[in-house]
């Protein structure tokens, strides 16, 4: 059986931030790596794509947390 992969990436992700203290550091630093990786495995505009997509996310999270 073939595991999600979005449950799988959660997995990974979640047993290398229990294992470290810096773990903001970590997350910016596998965030940067799994981009490069992307790129190499499609193209660097998707890599483009999918970034952008999670900066807009990020982005309207923030937003609503500075609306009255």
């Known amino acids: ?3 999600d992969p979005e449950r799988l990436a959660e ?3 979640a047993g290398l931030l229990h294992d470290t203290s810096h ?3 970590v997350c910016a630093a596998l965030m940067r790596l ?5 790129a ?3 193209s660097d505009d998707q890599a483009c794509r999918v970034h952008a997509e ?5 982005a309207h999270r923030a ?5 009255a």
Do not use: S
């Open 11 to 13: 997995d990974l992700v």
């Open 63 to 67: 937003a609503r947390c500075w609306k």
């Open 54 to 58: 999670l900066a807009r996310r990020h």
């Open 40 to 42: 190499r495995l499609t």
């Open 23 to 25: 773990r903001p550091a």
């Open 34 to 38: 799994a981009g490069q990786a992307l």
């Open 1 to 3: 059986m073939t595991a």
